[in-house]
DNA sequence: TAGATTGTTAATCGATTAACAATC
DNA sequence: TAGATTGTTAATCGATTAACAATC
């Protein structure tokens, strides 16, 4: 709501949501609570860090006693939006887009994989776990029926910049790209380019600096 | 080999690298260049900032001419230790694992998936994509044998710990962690959490403040 | 009360941007 | 030569850390 937050904020929020619903949510009764000092040992940040993010999403604590668990996880739940819910259409039924379609925790995080789209004929009209593979030639129509607000691309690279303008001429303004190439958009679409070789060129710079 | 970079320029250095590979780099004969002022409007960014990104890794430029594209390109690749040949093993055989399993552009940064094991019977023995399914039961014997410097975990999230656990005790000390849990680890070993999750944080962050 | 923990201000640190002389 | 672009220093900006009074 009203939190304004940069992007270390939001990675870090996101940590402390994964670390609290993982590993202390259930165990303790709904009243317990956890200090910044807890979380800030386990991610190896500053105690100080985790206060200033809690307080930009208005989340009080109680001296002496901590955060509230439950206030924490909702407040964060809130503020990145998860308790609302967002159609997805995904397109590329291959390997990766099956498995994203799949991928069980989107809803709770109130994502939802509305359609499944692929253009070769042959998987058109298939099944892959619940989601009827349909052609892309629905696109526009599944957008503006469905209220689809994020478009998921896991296509080959060739295809994907076309994909990406289309799929914004059709109205959607924010798209998660893991096809292997950048996209180049202009400012009005949120873009988020999740290149495998992102990830793997900082695990290797830190492998060649320690061998 | 020289370079010590932070993250900042660490991913912006990969942006880079794709905007070059993918947009500029076939085109234009082998003695072609790119200006500062190119790189950083196409991204969005000061020009000042992609000099200093170059000067990072030892690029050097020509005052009215500008860097020349095949300098760039290679001097990042061995930076980032694209040049060197690192050997994986991947454990979890399910969707995720295959997708992975079959990506195709690995072999350009210089990684190879050496392995893919599963502790299904039903999987054991059986090819994904010219790599045949093995036991987790190998895992120490295929790490020693092989010189495998990474794990790549794509595995239920119940699993995700103890393999770590069981993966650093064999001696591997980098993981690439698909799994949708963060893995908590001591500070020796190179962790990535690649959960889905926090890119659908900054994606609904987004989305939310638009509508 | 004594001890622990928050909330916040001030100090530090580091990264980005501005500016401009040097150079082709 | 004039114009464009690098390389780098200085200025700015923003994020992290230190410190500590307020509070339970």
Redesign the pocket.
Known sequence: MGCNL????LE?LMQYYHYITEHLHPHPPDSA?????QIAELLG????????D??AIN?????????KISTVVESIRQCLGFDKNYNAVLIGAGRLGGAIACYDEFRFYGLKIAALLDNALQKIGTMIDGHKVQSVEMLEDIVQQQNIKLAILTVPAEAAQKLAERVTAAGIETIWNFSPTSLVMPDNVIVRNEHLSVGLAQLFYHLARRT
């Open positions: 940069n992007r270390p904020t870090r609570n956890v200090s910044s000092v940040i500053d105690p100080a860090q985790v206060r200033k809690l307080a989340v009080k604590g109680q001296p002496n006693v901590g955060y």
